[in-house]
Structure formats: structure tokens, C-alpha cells
T-cell receptor, first 115, second 113 residues
Framework: AQTVTQSQPEMSVQEAETVTLSCTYD???????LFWYKQPPSRQMILVIRQEAYKQQNATENRFSVNFQKAAKSFSLKISDSQLGDAAMYFC????????????FGQGTRLTINP | NAGVTQTPKFQVLKTGQSMTLQCAQDMNHEYMSWYRQDPGMGLRLIHY???????DQGEVPNGYNVSRSTTEDFPLRLLSAAPSQTSVYFCASNRDRVNTEAFFGQGTRLTVV
């Protein structure tokens, strides 16, 4: 079974600075997807970025980018120019391509932005 | 465009009571699933469905039942609520097996006293 680990329960960063959230995972599969989801106080789960395992190029979405290290099974999220609206819980998630698509989530990292 | 709609948003139950959490999607998605979110544990899969009439168990299915009689609806039933089922519940849907983006409902905060 796949597992996802986020070792940083809480992180904080100054507004306009850069922060990196860590995620590691365990799998024996070669093809899969990885995601970062944002959960603000509203509880809504918002997709931030996704990475296909077969693509070596790291995904980027505006101020959000990932560092995907397949051999090390590491998938970190970098947020540049942090804004107050980035404050939220961030979840790393893994999706298998075998059988029914199911998401396996990490424990989450609470990100605080200091003005 | 409603997306995934969950009702209710909040619910308090007494131990032993039963209830159904409703989930509906208007995107004609094949895949639907239920997760629960507990502090420090992320979201864990309860049950999922790959199409009308087909359901299967996830990681934490005990105490919950589901059915999928239509493509649009995927209700989650608690037959006899227990305090351990106090959690936030999310319903999600995917268009199909290939499309990877999951759309989530707003969640239901359930408290069992």
C-alpha cells in the first residue's frame, strides 16, 4: 500500500518570502500522479498543482512549483512571494493509476503567513 | 455550475442515531468517493464508486454504508453513530479513470455526542 508523509506539521513564512513544504511517499509503482491541495479555513479542498510521475520536468503554476525527485520519492512544494491568502493547510496526495483512482493523503502542513 | 454538493454542512448526532450524508454532482462524473478528515491524519478513503451500481471499500469502511443508484448521487449512511465517527466528511468526484483531477464538496462537519 502506498503511504504519504508530511513531516512538517506547521510552517511559517514572512509575507513576500519563499517557503518550501516537504512531502515523501512510498510506492512500488512506476506510474502515478502526485498532488498538492490547499485547504483554507473555509474547508474547501483546492487543487494547487499536480505532477505526472512519467514527466521529469517539474510542474509550475504561477508562484507554486514542485521539486519532484522520483528516485528519492520526494515531492516538495515551493511557494514564492508568499501572500496572506496562501495561509492554509496543505496536503500532499498520491494517486495510483491501477484500478480505481484513489487518493492517499499526507497528514498536512499548516502554513502561516506573517505580515 | 454547482459541482459537488454535500448536505448538510454541519450535524450533531447522539450515539446510536443513524443518518445519511448526501452527495450529488452535476458533472456526469463516473468516479465518486467519500473521505473523512481527522486532525493530524489527513484525509482517509471510506468508500468509493466507479459507476452506478458499483461500490467498494476504502481504507476505513467500518460503520459506513454506501450505494450508487444513479450517476449523480452517492450517499453515505451511518447506521449507528459512534463518537469515533466525529470527523469532517468530504465527497469527491472524478470524470473518469483517466482524468486525474478530483472535485471536492465543501465538507460536512459531524459531531457524535
Amino acid at each position: 500500500a502506498q503511504t504519504v508523509t508530511q513531516s512538517q506539521p506547521e510552517m511559517s513564512v514572512q509575507e513576500a518570502e519563499t517557503v518550501t513544504l516537504s512531502c515523501t511517499y512510498d510506492t512500488s509503482e512506476s506510474d502515478y500522479y502526485l498532488f498538492w491541495y490547499k485547504q483554507p479555513p473555509s474547508r474547501q479542498m483546492i487543487l494547487v498543482i499536480r505532477q505526472e510521475a512519467y514527466k521529469q520536468q517539474n510542474a509550475t503554476e504561477n508562484r507554486f512549483s514542485v521539486n519532484f525527485q522520483k528516485a528519492a520519492k520526494s515531492f516538495s512544494l515551493k511557494i514564492s512571494d508568499s501572500q496572506l491568502g496562501d495561509a492554509a493547510m496543505y496536503f500532499c496526495a498520491y494517486r495510483t493509476l491501477q484500478g480505481a483512482q484513489k487518493l492517499v493523503f499526507g497528514q498536512g502542513t499548516r502554513l502561516t503567513i506573517n505580515p | 455550475n454547482a459541482g459537488v454538493t454535500q448536505t448538510p454542512k454541519f450535524q450533531v448526532l447522539k450515539t446510536g442515531q443513524s443518518m445519511t450524508l448526501q452527495c450529488a454532482q452535476d458533472m456526469n462524473h463516473e468516479y465518486m468517493s467519500w473521505y473523512r478528515q481527522d486532525p493530524g491524519m489527513g484525509l482517509r478513503l471510506i468508500h468509493y464508486s466507479v459507476g452506478a451500481g458499483i461500490t467498494d471499500q476504502g481504507e476505513v469502511p467500518n460503520g459506513y454504508n454506501v450505494s450508487r443508484s444513479t450517476t449523480e448521487d452517492f450517499p453515505l449512511r451511518l447506521l449507528s453513530a459512534a463518537p469515533s465517527q466525529t470527523s469532517v466528511y468530504f465527497c469527491a468526484s472524478n470524470r473518469d479513470r483517466v482524468n486525474t483531477e478530483a472535485f471536492f464538496g465543501q465538507g460536512t462537519r459531524l459531531t457524535v455526542v
